[in-house]
């Protein structure tokens, strides 16, 4: 019986929110309302980024997670999320690239040539991200969370990103401009290439699905 009261006495009463949350509404209603002077697409990114992350904390939405989950705890989640995602992605990307080809106008986007430095970046990236234990959006979220190796991750993520764009010039001559140039639509047209893009998309989605039923059993 005492050691029962010693357990209660020593769990920490639960704080009320509520106040805090209310606070923070207030406090980002006031700053979108002081940036409008600065121009109406900044209010705007404001209330974005903030839907965001919220969406972001709420969902525990991360890139690296979705790769690394299946193979630590078999769990497939956020692998299907990030396969949804992508797909909504294809569909709004897709339509203002065909409406471009159709006006006659450049293609939007980054349309780089592929080669070996994708490869060697993306695995050098890779292991980066499960080191620091999140990609770039997910790092930004722990942040605000207040987890200090993701303090330290964001430090060397921007002095990365600034040491990468001081020689890109170096990257893009030497390795960028020689990779294999293919641009899906113009090599079999723009309706058979949303025929592939979505097929692998599905494949990739019923393959976690099942990875993931099969880790569950």
């Known amino acids: 019986m005492e050691s029962t009261k010693n357990v209660s006495r020593k769990r920490k009463k639960r704080v009320n929110q509520i106040p805090f949350g209310v606070a923070l509404l207030v406090g980002v209603i006031i700053i979108g309302y002081l940036i409008k002077d600065l121009g109406p697409k900044h209010p705007m990114t404001w209330m974005f980024g903030i839907l965001l992350g919220f969406t972001l904390r709420n969902s525990r939405f ?16 956020l692998s299907k999320a990030v396969i949804v995602a992508i797909t909504v992605a294809t569909i709004g990307f897709s339509a203002i690239q065909y409406g471009a080809f159709l006006k006659g106008d450049p293609i939007p986007g980054n349309i780089n040539p592929a080669g070996i430095h994708i490869a060697v970046g993306a695995f050098m990236f890779g292991i980066g991200m499960v080191i620091a234990g999140g990609c770039a959006s997910g790092t930004i979220m722990r942040v605000g969370e207040g987890f200090v190796m993701q303090w330290l991750s964001l430090v060397f993520f921007i002095l990365g990103s600034l040491w990468g764009a001081k020689d890109y010039g170096f990257w893009k001559s030497n390795f960028m401009d020689k990779g294999l140039e293919l641009f899906l639509p113009d090599a079999i047209g723009w309706f058979p290439s949303l025929i592939v893009q979505f097929g692998l998309l599905l494949g990739l989605f019923i393959l976690a699905d099942w990875f993931g039923n099969r880790s569950k059993n």
């Not at 991360?62 to 769990?75: H, K, M, N, V, W």
């Open 62 to 77: 991360c890139f690296t997670a979705s790769l690394r989950d299946p193979i630590l705890t078999g769990g497939t989640n």
